[in-house]
């Protein structure tokens, strides 16, 4: 009896250091990742108008890929970016990103493309009033930390520079949304209360004969509140209109021109600008689509999570430690009764 308890304990100890130690499982995000910041997407969000009337919205996208063209030297796309800033209260690096997305230029008789590859850029802010920014909107600065991750059908693996693609249930027929989730291989060192921008962008190699791909970044359920913004950026996570639940992060997200160009170190120079026409800068939602005829006059938030690896308390390093020790302790008790 003693032994059959002991062997237990050994087995039961040993599932948890597993747990605590593997890097390969089908979740998302990985074992031991946590939210640090978080803008649901708008699915099928029922909103109240100002009849009383009841309607579910399904929210929508907005173009965000970049194309390679045949005239253009190998490694080098343009096309349309999107943007959206944050900020958190934790200084630790992001490892995992989730976002929301569809195809966009797809019917019965176009199927959608997968997407292969997204550039990912997490990049400085902008801010209004900044003598070097001459727009009357915040927007992206320098390029902190840029990254391109690969379409994988297998699990995710820590610090892979892989995604996933899952279609997501109950979407707008039309227009499907799918879930993304990467680990990246070049983490971001964020910093807390600091205003950043993140750039998601599918990279595309057209074919002779077949449509390019449109992809499309999902927006932002403004209903929901995003209690881990960051409280000391100004204005911050912020109730737009008291009577309704309308929650919106910092400034806007953005639409612009970009290009992708590699360089002689083998990494990559990302140049962005802006028209001085619409659609581009500060984007709007669309009525219809994501609320009543009046959230046409409310610029938006896009739907993307982060995740990082908190840092351990001492107390929590000690157990870890203490458990380790008391394993190999076991390990070895058994060896020597086997």
Not at 195 to 217: E, F, N, R, S
Request: charged share 15%; proline share 9%.
């Amino acid at each position: 009896m003693r032994k059959t308890q002991k062997q237990i304990g050994f087995l039961a100890l040993s599932f948890i250091l597993c747990a605590l130690m593997t890097s390969a499982v089908w979740g998302d995000p990985l074992l031991g990742q946590v939210l640090k910041f978080q803008q649901q997407p708008m699915l099928a969000t029922k909103i109240t108008d100002t009849t009383g009337n009841t309607i579910t919205y399904p929210g929508h996208d907005e173009l965000s890929t970049a194309w390679h063209y045949p005239t253009d030297a190998p490694g080098v796309y343009r096309g349309t970016f999107m943007a959206d800033d944050f900020a958190d209260k934790v200084s630790t690096p992001v490892v995992h990103l989730s976002w929301w997305g569809s195809y966009m230029n797809v019917n019965a008789a176009t199927p959608p493309q997968q997407v292969q590859r997204f550039l990912i850029a997490f990049e400085s802010d902008v801010a209004v009033g900044d003598p070097a920014n001459p727009y009357t909107w915040s927007h992206p600065g320098s390029v902190l930390n840029s990254q391109i991750v690969t379409f994988t059908p297998n699990p995710l693996t820590a610090g892979s520079g892989q995604f996933t693609e899952k279609l997501v249930s109950s979407t707008n027929p039309a227009e499907p949304v799918y879930k993304y989730n990467a680990e990246l291989s070049l983490p971001f060192n964020q910093q807390k209360d600091t205003v950043y921008w993140l750039k998601i962008v599918a990279l595309d190699d057209p074919v002779q004969g077949v449509v390019p791909m449109q992809w499309g970044w999902h927006n932002r359920d403004y209903t929901l509140n995003n209690s881990l913004a960051s409280p000391a950026v100004s204005p911050g996570e912020q109730l737009l209109d008291p009577t309704l639940p309308l929650y919106h992060f910092q400034d806007d997200a953005v639409q612009g021109h970009i290009s992708i160009m590699p360089n002689a170190v083998g990494g990559m120079n990302i140049n962005q600008y802006y028209a001085n026409v619409p659609p581009e800068g500060p984007q709007k939602y669309v009525p219809g689509l994501d609320g009543p005829s009046f959230i046409g006059q409310y610029s938006k938030d896009l739907a993307f999570e982060l995740y990082t690896i908190p840092v351990p308390e001492p107390a929590t390093m000690t157990l870890l430690g203490i458990g380790g020790l008391i394993g190999l302790g076991l390990l070895r008790l058994r060896k020597r009764r086997g």
